[in-house]
């Protein structure tokens, strides 16, 4: 018979009608307890990350250790280790089981990441001609792990928020970093005016001897001529 955990009384008689009395005690293990271990389990450092960590620890059931079974929040399982490593946010459970089959459970371990790093900067002055440059102000970071926060354009020296830089014409990269250098580069572009190029068809000018002028036509491409200004060459 399949008896519950308690003391149980048997009498026990013979053939000849004498009893016996005997006390039993059916015991069972302790339920297994499963708790995080706070020392073991870390968040994501920077935002999109997969670098969190969670641990528990067990205790009761029967001896002789544990096995574990880690799943995420899609039920998948993700591990099979006391403390889990390289763990993006979400939510996690684990069931710990014991050399008998007993289980115990925990869910809902949570681990989250920091939101982006994220920056803007003062309007800078349009170029006005090809070759000009124009300078950068990053006035405001934020998001991530905090500060403090720094940048950098295109990849180069690490700079402090209002150092200005000088922005030529084209594509250019801004990363913005937090306390723990979790980074986020955003793309600006630096609009610049075409150089003006002068051609002449042809190139070089017979004049004959006596002549004193000539028409000369340039062709302009690149900007509508204001003005112009001749001088001769060297």
Not at 39 to 51: A, E, H, L, R
Not at 175 to 193: G, N, Q
Request: proline letters at 7%; glycine letters at 12%; aromatic letters at 12%.
């Amino acid at each position: 018979d399949s008896l519950n955990a308690q003391e149980w009384e048997v009498t026990i008689t013979d053939r000849d009608g004498c009893t016996a009395e005997y006390t039993a005690e059916v015991t069972q293990p302790e339920p297994i307890v499963v708790l995080q271990n706070d020392t073991v389990t870390m968040d994501v450092k920077c935002f999109g990350g997969s670098d969190g960590k969670l641990g528990v620890i067990a205790s009761g059931g029967n001896p002789g250790g544990y096995t574990y079974s880690w799943t995420d929040q899609d039920s998948m399982v993700i591990g099979s280790m006391q403390n889990e490593t390289d763990l993006p946010a979400g939510i996690y459970s684990v069931t710990v089981t014991d050399t008998e089959g007993c289980t115990g459970e925990l869910q809902n371990l949570v681990i989250t990441d920091p939101p982006p790093v994220q920056g803007s900067y003062i309007p800078f002055e349009q170029l006005l001609c090809f070759g000009d440059e124009t300078t950068l102000y990053v006035d405001t970071i934020f998001g991530g792990s905090g500060g403090p926060y720094k940048f950098s354009l295109d990849f180069g020296v690490i700079l402090d928020p209002g150092f200005p830089v000088s922005l030529s014409g084209g594509e250019h990269y801004i990363t913005y970093y937090d306390r723990f250098d979790c980074e986020f580069t955003d793309t600006i572009t630096v609009a610049e005016p075409d150089p003006i190029v002068v051609t002449f068809n042809p190139s070089t000018f017979e004049i004959e001897l006596g002549d004193t002028t000539y028409q000369l036509k340039p062709f302009i491409t690149g900007a509508v001529v204001d003005t112009f200004i001749w001088f001769p060459g060297e």
